[in-house]
């Protein structure tokens, strides 16, 4: 809990979060549960610039002074640590954490982490459902400036969970319902779009992705959100521009403004259907005076109920 600090305030009803978050127990009444993933293996496969590993620390510093608001308690889930290589090890740990926060009754949020962080995300939530549902209609919701759909045959990494869900979807005989938004074309080769469009991807560029754009945007999401049971949402930080996000792996140069993406988080959020968030892909060794980690802490604000 040592990265939970900040400010006191002297008047009455002034709370901040690092008052009220507190470790996560055995029996404790249902809220968030904020779970770290301590990983840039997948980063560092992918050829991205590594330091995401730091992100959850980061994460909670800046989080810890923002001011409280929220009905449900927040709880400190605690992290799951990238051992060395053992990707494959960390994505059973940090699904079996999900999985067991979301039988407690929690909204479990996790904080990455390289992008890899999404198939141990995924994987809790499908463990956690699989038991009760023979097949539960699970919809991604991504905020990414990648479609992260390269073939995992080559190589397991941040670059490849969504092809990883699908393929895993299709084990099950689920079905796979992915939406990513903000998509950068000069950041996806010709193969990933083919590949989406095969997959049936929700697709949305970030060139159209504006504040006036906002009614058909929440239009295409309600269409989307209708066919699903349940909503996973997560979010690679790399999609907001480089001057709100510097320190991601893979900066924006163009991306998609907080303005457009925090409302669609909360429509979301709305719909009752969130059973499960991420943020990805932050990276304080490249972050300016923590502009980034306040950004992610504020994704985090808007998501806690």
């Known amino acids: 809990m040592s990265n939970w600090s900040g400010r006191i305030d002297p008047e009455t009803n002034s709370p901040r979060w690092h008052q009220r978050v507190q470790p996560l127990t055995e029996g404790a009444a249902p ?111 991504n905020f990414d400036a990648h479609f992260d759909l390269r073939d995992p045959q080559f190589v397991v990494s941040s670059g490849t969970p969504f092809a990883q869900i699908a393929n895993a979807c299709e084990q099950r005989d689920w079905p796979f319902a992915y939406a990513c938004l903000g998509v950068s074309r000069a950041a996806n080769t010709q193969a990933l779009f083919a590949r989406a469009e095969r997959l049936g991807v929700l697709v949305r560029e970030d060139k159209a992705m504006t504040a006036a754009a906002l009614p058909a945007l929440i239009e295409a999401l ?18 907001f521009p480089a001057a709100q996000a510097p320190g991601v792996s893979a900066p924006a140069p ?31 060794e490249y972050d300016v005076d923590g502009h980034t980690a306040r950004l992610a802490a504020r994704l985090i604000h808007t998501l806690a109920p």
């Open 31 to 141: 809220g968030t549960a904020l779970v770290g993933f301590c990983s840039d293996e997948g980063v560092r496969r992918n050829k991205g610039r590594t330091g995401a590993a730091g992100g959850p620390a980061a994460l909670r510093r800046a989080l810890g002074p923002l001011a409280w608001h929220q009905s449900a308690p927040a709880y400190d889930a605690g992290d799951v640590v990238c051992q060395g290589e053992d990707l494959d090890g960390a994505h059973r740990a940090l699904a079996e954490r999900v999985a067991h926060s979301l039988a407690a009754g929690h909204f479990p949020i996790v904080m990455g982490g390289g992008h890899e962080v999404a198939f141990g995300s995924w994987s809790g939530l499908a463990k956690h459902l699989e038991k009760t549902e023979q097949c539960p209609r699970i919809g991604i919701i």
């Open 222 to 239: 309600n269409g989307f959100m209708a066919n699903c049971d349940h909503l996973y949402l997560t979010v690679d930080i790399d999609v």
């Open 254 to 284: 163009r991306g998609v403004g907080l303005e457009v993406i925090e409302p669609l988080i909360e429509h979301i959020r709305a719909s009752g259907k969130l059973r499960l968030a991420d943020l990805a892909e932050l990276n304080p």
